[in-house]
């Protein structure tokens, strides 16, 4: 296995953690410190990236 291949693996495995713990941490405290325009934003700003890196990184059937 090659250092990219498993450095991928290690991607995949963690995005879907990671989205899943970052959204709820990051947006309340945005809404908290900023404002809700703020925080509903950032929930747009991060919900779309993590569903494009969970795209990005699927592991469709062939």
Do not use: C, D, N
């Not at 495995?13 to 947006?27: D, R, S």
């Not at 509903?40 to 699927?58: C, E, H, I, K, P």
């Amino acid at each position: 296995m090659t250092k990219e291949h498993s450095s991928l693996r290690w991607f995949v495995a963690i995005t879907p953690l990671a989205g899943a713990m970052a959204f709820p941490i990051v947006v309340p405290l945005t809404i908290a410190r900023v404002g809700i325009g703020a925080g509903v934003g950032a929930a747009l700003v991060l919900s779309t990236l993590w569903f494009m890196a969970m795209l990005r990184t699927a592991e469709m059937p062939h």
